[in-house]
């Protein structure tokens, strides 16, 4: 399989807003999600719904409540009212079984811990161990594969700090994938990497939906986000819309989610001289 230096894609595999896995039952759930921390609501009322082998976009400015979703997700943050279900079960359950892996941003981790890229991979596994913590051949080749797949299997043995930024992605994907995770998150993946490795791991991606697995990614760069999404999610604290990249992207829908005119965030404009995404300059 590779993935490495791969022609970016021109779009993603068009499934239309229904799909043909629509009728399947959602491989997420999220039924009025609420979640507040003191004072401030960081969630009001959030519902929606994926199917299976499907990759969404999450959208939203700086404080939109995104990270507050993926930490309702993976069971880390209590909801005030509401429920999220994946694939069927509850959040507890699933994290214990796996069946959801998160790829946190950049900078939520000690990049500084001795840990190889093989024991961060290594660690999907974990919830498998027995009580000896010993890992099994089995878990050493569930480990080889996901390495494999996300080409890092000729870095094993790096510290994980000491990889570039996309490769520090997809070891995360990579741990992910180890773990036997169908639902993933990935928070900002795009962040700090240039366009050839956004390139690389979109492949990745939409390669991994093509599989069956669901992922929700949130992400500032709005130019990629057809190629890489077959739906997104408009969110400011609520979903403001749930639709395909082209509608999200209507400088009306934006705006009403970013409060300001971005209406340069068509995809044929949107490659502003500074780089930097009319999200990111909305912030
Ligand atoms: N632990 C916390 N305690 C209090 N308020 C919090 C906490 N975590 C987040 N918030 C607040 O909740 C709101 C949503 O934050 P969240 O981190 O979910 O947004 P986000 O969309 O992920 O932002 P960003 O794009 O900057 O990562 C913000 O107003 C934030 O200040």
Redesign the pocket.
């Known amino acids: 399989m590779t993935t490495t230096g791969r022609a970016r894609p021109t779009t993603a595999p068009r499934r239309g807003p229904a799909g043909p896995t629509a009728s399947a039952a959602p491989a997420l759930e999220v039924t009025d999600l609420t979640v507040r921390?003191?004072a401030?609501t960081?969630?009001d009322g959030v519902t929606f719904a994926l199917a299976p082998g499907r990759v969404t976009g999450l959208v939203?400015?700086?404080?939109?409540?995104?990270?507050?979703?993926?930490?309702s997700v993976m069971g880390l943050v209590r909801p005030t009212a509401g429920q999220v279900r994946v694939l069927g079960q509850s959040t507890e359950l699933a994290r214990r079984r796996g069946v959801v892996g998160y790829v946190p941003?950049q900078e939520d981790v000690d990049w500084s811990f001795p840990l190889s890229v093989r024991d961060v991979v290594m660690m999907g596994r974990y919830g498998r161990l027995g009580l000896t913590r010993r890992p099994r051949r089995a878990d050493h080749d569930a480990v080889d594969a996901a390495l494999e797949r996300v080409e890092l299997g000729h870095l094993d043995d790096r510290q994980i700090g000491a990889l570039s930024g996309g490769q520090r992605k997809r070891a995360f994907v990579a741990r992910g994938l180890a773990q036997g995770a169908q639902v993933l998150l990935l928070?900002?993946p795009f962040a700090g990497v240039d366009k050839r490795t956004e390139a690389t791991i979109t492949t990745l991606l939409r390669e991994l939906a093509g599989d069956g697995r669901t992922m929700l990614v949130?992400t500032?760069d709005l130019a990629s986000l057809d190629v890489l999404c077959d739906d997104a999610l408009l969110?400011q604290?609520r979903i403001l819309l749930h639709a395909p990249p082209a509608e999200v992207l209507r400088p009306e829908n934006l705006a009403r989610a970013f409060g300001v005119d971005v209406s340069d965030a068509r995809p044929a404009t949107v490659s502003a001289p500074s780089g930097a995404s009319p999200a990111e300059v909305a912030r």
């Open positions: 921390y003191g401030v960081a969630l939203g400015m700086n404080g939109s409540g995104k990270s507050t979703l993926f930490k941003q928070d900002e949130s500032h969110i604290r």
